[in-house]
């Protein structure tokens, strides 16, 4: 009876294993979608539906790659900048290609250069490209500090 039982645990052991190894070759074998720009296409689909994704993957998955979180919070377009300056732009660029950032940011390298404070103002930066990331009140008080006017004394905006 002995003999039986421990020979029924060992059929039953080895047929788990050999479903389990079958069940990773199986998902080990990308599908067909993951062609070789699947790193740059893959968000839409995973925006679109990601059950797709779940399928194979678990949410630990995203974080081997996406340092922020995804989908990002309402709050992320306030706050990105101070997290892109912490991993200097390689979290944003697992995801997302430079010419992504310029459609807001308009070609302005991030961080601003060291003689960015001296340069912008003949640089044709214009409010409304500056207001893209900051709010008036910066502008007020950096130009306030540095007596910053313009031929006819009045404070820039």
Do not use: K
């Not at 645990?9 to 699947?38: C, D, F, K, N």
């Not at 679109?48 to 996406?66: E, G, M, V």
Request: proline residues 5%.
């Amino acid at each position: 009876m002995r003999v039986r039982a421990l020979l029924i645990l060992g059929v039953v052991t080895v047929g788990g294993l050999l479903a389990v190894t079958a069940w990773y070759a199986v998902a080990e074998e990308p599908p067909q979608t993951h062609t070789s720009q699947w790193q740059w296409l893959h968000g839409r689909e995973a925006v679109r539906d990601l059950t797709t994704c779940n399928a194979c993957h678990d949410w630990h998955s995203c974080q081997t790659c996406h340092l922020a979180e995804w989908p990002h919070d309402e709050n992320w377009q306030a706050i990105h900048g101070d997290e892109a300056l912490r991993l200097e732009g390689r979290g944003c660029y697992l995801c997302h290609r430079e010419s992504y950032c310029n459609p807001c940011h308009g070609g302005v390298r991030m961080p601003h250069p060291d003689d960015f404070m001296n340069a912008h103002p003949d640089s044709g930066y214009t409010e409304q490209s500056c207001q893209v990331c900051h709010v008036q009140r910066e502008c007020d008080v950096c130009h306030q500090e540095h007596d910053a006017h313009t031929a006819g004394g009045v404070n820039r905006p």
